[in-house]
Structures are given as structure tokens and as C-alpha cells.
């Protein structure tokens, strides 16, 4: 027999709640053309944003073109990108392992509304690439495919920015593109996803 | 080390409701609004709600364009988005008429218990910031 | 609320804190005191029923920032987790809620903050009212002014008494290892230096800090297994007072003296007392809401004025008197926290040792 679903009894609110009465306004004020109803009011903040230890290893590995995971000290799970820890164990991942730049779309979606301004033209397919070796996913773009050719289990190759445009940044690698090598069975991206 | 400058902005777009809404309007027509509490003290810049007993309010009531100051605290570095861009002075005012204080700047130098009065932005858009800044009140006590 | 069970600290851990903590993110700076703090009572996070952390994205700009610290505790398989966008000590009174309620009978609590990448005092700005207050961009040192200020016209405080405050803060300060700032010039030239924000000067105010601390609590016979003296928690409340700074009598805190009754402070003696008052002028304030005497023994750590990591520095006051009471240093102290500005929440709680 399941329990009792107690967090369902819920109070019903008292009558009138919601309801705000209209504020009795001095003429001068209650008879202009269009009341302030809504106000904007932007903020916008500055940060010196420095990402940390294993964020800045990895980064620097982008700026030559390679792709450096980290290894979960106790079962071996590589991750990239890395953040510094292991997120199973709890414990700091320090052993960096170079990946290479291919890997199998794990999951996809086709954008048909872009935002930011770095938006390839839609519709554009966002990716989830599963690097060979890796434990998890990154995100991208998957370009160079027509859309209704896109599939879980595809294999894919980085298109990386050209040399004198690299920096410690993954916007280096520009997309990812189809590879010509046979498809990954969906059963094997399990738990990768 | 790797840095990178960040900026975050929330493009925030709030509705005000009515009590708000009808103290900003009277910002911008350059008249100050407060509203009268359950115990008869006008409470500036209005709240919705009594601040003691949560009933709504609704009467609310204009106050003057002068006031006294309550506390007040010298800001020497400036920083970005306050009304003045130099030196100022953080105060707590509580306009005549009202019986709570209203925070905003002084340009100028004041202290507890001097009289300040509004100065009105030039373009008024119904924000707080209608009021340019408070100045002070030559001779006044 | 009066406790259902016997709820304790029984360990506690800390960054050593600093103004900037580049070199590490989030997740990297707070992964040591968990570990640590777990490592206290021999636990992992299997034994733990419950995890509870404060944090705010807005200090160091990072989005979901407690999703991402969240990979420090090992939270797979899936755990039982809440996050408060408060200090720690709130995230502490969640889990002791939920250790009353009988659903967990452990738990981790931690705090942490980088505050460097930002302008802090502006950040900080954000916490106020979106309509009246928010556009001005008043920064928190010239609000706290303003309540020194209302404190100094009444006659209850004067500069030279704040300074005092700085310097017995961070003389005391010395003794802690994990203190930001250990150690004060003399009162004299103190009082000499310019004003940051007049009637502050800089060392009527905290330092900005990076930095973080964890606490674990058990009930029962397993918080005496997990430590030789826990600091069972007696009491604990915690109260607001209005968000409308010019609606308020900024000398006094109601909230702080009514969270102290409730919590039963003076049901005993205290002490020690570990307050959070960030400026100096607050400690008065707080001492007073709380009516504490001679006899107790004022942040022994130096307080929030030698370091004071946001989200942290609240849940820190509990674990230095919960080592107090561990170490047999304090038979029964107070525990005192804030958040917001000018003492707005104010929370309080009662901690002691069994009979030695």
C-alpha cells in the first residue's frame, strides 16, 4: 500500500488574497495621462572572472588543439570539460588524459529560433558529442550534414578555428562535422547521455 | 592565471502595481506621494501593506518637496548607476508630512537634522531617480 | 521552536580565508572543507541523510553556482539536497528542521562565497527593494553608515568605541589561523585614519573575503559517536526586520532580541558569543538585542571584522563555538548570524556541551 500523500492536502488561500483594493490617489496625480505602470530598470554588473585550476588546464590544452580531460581518481570516468572534481566520488580529479578530437552524437536538437550572436543561421542542429573516451558530453554545433540526416549514434570530427584565431577558449573548436566512419549502436551512448 | 572579463545585466522590466505605480507617476508630474497607515502615520515612500498589521492601504496622501534629514553617511567613491557623479551624500529624509524616511542623495554636504529639498531631473520617466538629488535648504533648520 | 530531538554540531571546517582566491573556482575552494569536515567524524557521504548549502550567484557571477559545488559532496547515486540563497547558518536551521522532522539523522551544511571577481558593495545592492532603493545603487558601506550614524546621533556608540570594537576583534583574531586579518594598529592611529564612508572608517568594516566553511550535525547516540563533546543545539530562531531601512529604528534590532528569546539565550549563562556583525557598530547593537554581560566572552575569533566570507561567515559563528564547546573551552554559547543589510535577518542559537 503506497503512503499517505500528505503534501497534497493543501490550504486553500483565504478569500480576497490576491486581491489588491485601488488606492485612493490625490486628483493631481490620479487624473494624468498614462499612469507609470511598469518600469525598466537594467542592471548590469562587471566580473574579473578566472575559471579555476582544472577549467585553466584544459583551457590552455584548446589553444593547441588539444582536448584534455580529467580522470576520476577512484573509477577511472574521464571528464571533460573538466571543473576540478569528480562528481560521483566528491574528490579532485588531477590526472590529465588527452582525448582526441572525434567522438559519437549523443543527443541532438534542431534550433529553429537563435539567440546570441555568435547563432550559426537556423535551423542549425546543438549537439551533444560524446568524445571517444570520455565519460560525459560536450555541447556544440553540428554543421555540414543536411538536417534530416542527423542521427544518434553518428560520428562526428571537431572543425577547430584556424591557428592564428586560437585561444584558451572552446569556441575554438568552431563545430563539429560528420566523420565517414560507420555509426555507434544508440545502446553503447548508455549512461552517456 | 586565465581571466576574462564577465558582465552579467538583467534587463529587468517590473511591474509596479498600483501603489507604486501611483507614487512614480506623481514623481514624474514633480509631486511626492506617501499613504496613511492603519495607526494615521503616512508611511513615504508608500508601502501596499501596514507595516504593523498587513492590512492594505489605500488612502494615500501628497507630502512636501522638503524635508529633514535622519542619518546620513559621506560617500567619497563613487560608483557606477548612483544619481551624482562625484562625491555625495547617502541620506535617510523624511519629507514633511511623512513620518518614515525616504533614502536618496544629497549633493552636498549635511548633517542630522538639516533641511533638504528636492532637486527634479530634467526628463522625468516615473523612477526614483525623478529626483535628481536632494540639495540643501540655505539657512533653513 | 522548542526541539523535538537532540540535534548537535560535531564537526566543523574552514578555508584559511583571503581577499582573492583566483587560482581555484567554487567547487575547488570548498571541496577541501567538506572533505575535511566529513573526515572529523569519520563519515562519507553515505552516512549522511541530509545536505544543505547557502551560497549566491551574484558574488562571483557564476550561474548555478551550488549546482556546481554540489560535485564537491559526491551526489551520485542521487542524495537528499537543498540550497538556501542565504548564509550557511540558514542552510543549517533547513537541515535541523529536517533532522527534527524526523527525515534525516545527519546532515552536511556548508557556506561559501568568492567575492573577488565583483564589486562587492555593489553587488550588494542588489538585495535591496527593485523600486525605491535598487536604482540608486547605494553601496553597503555608506548603508551601514547610515546606521553608525543613527547610533552615534542617540548617544548609544562613538567612534572611538567603534575602533575599540576593530581592535579587540582583531587582536583576538591572532589566535585564529584561519583569520583574514590577524592583528590591529593601535587605537590611535586607527582613530586617525581617514574616513571610508564617514562615520566609517576602514576598520569599522570587514574585509572582503573568498572563502567557505562546512559543519556536519547528528542526533542522538550518533552525534556522541561522532564526537567526544558535541554542541547539542538548545534553541534556535530566526527573525526579520523590515526591508524599509527609513521604516526602522536602525539603532536597536527587534528581530535579533526577539530570535534571542525565543532561542532562550538568557536561560543560562553564556559563555561565549560569536556574533556577526560585519561593521562595528553592529556588534553593540547585537550585544545589546541579545543582553549579553560581562561575563561572556565576545568573538573570540575576531569575528566577521577578521574575515568575512559572504554566504559563510554566518555558519562560521556556529562552528567556532561548537569548537569552543568540543574542545571544553565553553560549557554553553550563543551562535548569531545575519544576512542582508543592516542586520536585517537575524538568527540566533543556543549551544552547549554535556556536563563535563
Known amino acids: 500500500m503506497p503512503p499517505a500523500d500528505n503534501d497534497r492536502q493543501v490550504t486553500p488561500f483565504p478569500a480576497g488574497l490576491w486581491e489588491q483594493p485601488q488606492p485612493v490617489v490625490p486628483a493631481a496625480v490620479a487624473e494624468v495621462a498614462e499612469p507609470v505602470q511598469r518600469i525598466r530598470v537594467p542592471a548590469s554588473m562587471l566580473y574579473r572572472y578566472t575559471p579555476g585550476a582544472a577549467p585553466s588546464r584544459f583551457l590552455r590544452g584548446l589553444r593547441d588543439k588539444r582536448i584534455l580531460g580529467e580522470k576520476d581518481p577512484v573509477n577511472g570516468d574521464v571528464y571533460v570539460p573538466p571543473r576540478g572534481m569528480s562528481p560521483v566520488v566528491g574528490l579532485p580529479t588531477t590526472e590529465q588524459v588527452e582525448l582526441p578530437d572525434r567522438g559519437t552524437l549523443a543527443a541532438f536538437c534542431i534550433v529553429h529560433i537563435g539567440f546570441g550572436v555568435n547563432a550559426p543561421p537556423t535551423p542549425f542542429v546543438s549537439a551533444l558529442v560524446l568524445i571517444d573516451g570520455a565519460a560525459v558530453s560536450v555541447y556544440g554545433t553540428l554543421l555540414d550534414i543536411p538536417i534530416e540526416e542527423v542521427r544518434i549514434g553518428m560520428r562526428v570530427q571537431a572543425v577547430w578555428a584556424p591557428d592564428e584565431e586560437l585561444t584558451t577558449s572552446f569556441e575554438n573548436i568552431r563545430y563539429w562535422k560528420p566523420l565517414d566512419e560507420p555509426d555507434v549502436a544508440p545502446e553503447l551512448l548508455k549512461g552517456h547521455m | 592565471m586565465l581571466e576574462a572579463p564577465l558582465v552579467i545585466e538583467y534587463p529587468f522590466n517590473r511591474t509596479t502595481g498600483p501603489v507604486i505605480g501611483a507614487f512614480l507617476t506623481g514623481l514624474r508630474e514633480q509631486r511626492v506621494l506617501g499613504i496613511r497607515g492603519v495607526d494615521g502615520r503616512v508611511v513615504c515612500p508608500p508601502v501596499e501593506y501596514d507595516p504593523q498589521t498587513s492590512e492594505p492601504l489605500t488612502e494615500m496622501v501628497e507630502v512636501g518637496a522638503e524635508g529633514t534629514v535622519t542619518s546620513w553617511s559621506r560617500v567619497t567613491t563613487p560608483r557606477d548607476g548612483q544619481p551624482l557623479g562625484g562625491a555625495h551624500t547617502l541620506a535617510l529624509i523624511r519629507l514633511d508630512g511623512a513620518d518614515t524616511s525616504m533614502l536618496h542623495v544629497v549633493d552636498g554636504e549635511v548633517v542630522t537634522g538639516d533641511r533638504v529639498r528636492i532637486r527634479w531631473a530634467d526628463e522625468r520617466e516615473g523612477l526614483i531617480t525623478d529626483i535628481a538629488a536632494f540639495e540643501p535648504v540655505e539657512g533653513g533648520v | 521552536m522548542a526541539p523535538q530531538r537532540d540535534v ?7 578555508t584559511d580565508h583571503r581577499r582573492a582566491v583566483p587560482e581555484r573556482n567554487e567547487v575547488e575552494l570548498i571541496q577541501p572543507v567538506i572533505r575535511q569536515a566529513l ?18 550567484d551574484y558574488l ?60 562587492l558593495p555593489r553587488v550588494l545592492s542588489r538585495q535591496l527593494d527593485p523600486y525605491y532603493y535598487g536604482p540608486l545603487w547605494p553601496d553597503s558601506v555608506a548603508l551601514a553608515g547610515l546606521q553608525a550614524r543613527a547610533m552615534i546621533d542617540a548617544g548609544l556608540i562613538d567612534e572611538a568605541e567603534m575602533a575599540a570594537i576593530a581592535h579587540r576583534s ?22 586617525a585614519a581617514p574616513y571610508l564612508s564617514d562615520p566609517l572608517r576602514r576598520h569599522d568594516c570587514p574585509p572582503i573575503t573568498d572563502g567557505g566553511a562546512a559543519v556536519v550535525l547528528a542526533a542522538g547516540d550518533r552525534a556522541r559517536e561522532w564526537s567526544k563533546r558535541p554542541a547539542w543545539i538548545r534553541g534556535i530562531d530566526h527573525r526579520i526586520d523590515s526591508h524599509n531601512l527609513g521604516a526602522r529604528d536602525l539603532t536597536v534590532s527587534p528581530s535579533a532580541s526577539l530570535a534571542a528569546a525565543k532561542a532562550g539565550v538568557s536561560e543560562g549563562k553564556v559563555d561565549v558569543a560569536e556574533l556577526h556583525a560585519p561593521f562595528t557598530h553592529q556588534e553593540k547593537i547585537l550585544a545589546t538585542a541579545l543582553g549579553l554581560g560581562d561575563s561572556t566572552v565576545l568573538n573570540p575569533s575576531g569575528g566577521a571584522l577578521a574575515a568575512n566570507p559572504m554566504m559563510a561567515a554566518g555558519l562560521i559563528r556556529l562552528g567556532e563555538v561548537f569548537r569552543r564547546i568540543e574542545d571544553g573551552e565553553a560549557d554553553r554559547g550563543v551562535a548569531h548570524a545575519t544576512s542582508g543589510h543592516l542586520l536585517q535577518q537575524n538568527f540566533v542559537a543556543v549551544l552547549e556541551g554535556d556536563p563535563r
Open chain 3, 60 to 119: 562571483a557571477g557564476q550561474a548555478f553556482s551550488f549546482v556546481m559545488t554540489l560535485d564537491a559532496v559526491g551526489a551520485f547515486p542521487p542524495i537528499q539536497e537543498s540550497h538556501v540563497e542565504m548564509d550557511g547558518a540558514w542552510a543549517l536551521y533547513e537541515a535541523w528542521l529536517k533532522i527534527q522532522a524526523g527525515h534525516a539523522d545527519t546532515a552536511l551544511v556548508y557556506g561559501y562565497s568568492k567575492a573577488s571577481p565583483g564589486d
Open chain 3, 8 to 14: 548537535a554540531i560535531v564537526a566543523f571546517a574552514q
Open chain 3, 39 to 56: 573526515d572529523q567524524v569519520g563519515a562519507t557521504i553515505a552516512d549522511i541523510g541530509f545536505t544543505c548549502s547557502g551560497s549566491s
Open chain 3, 170 to 191: 582583531r587582536e583576538a583574531a591572532r589566535g585564529n589561523p584561519h583569520a583574514q586579518l590577524r592583528g590591529s594598529d593601535p587605537l590611535d592611529e586607527l582613530l
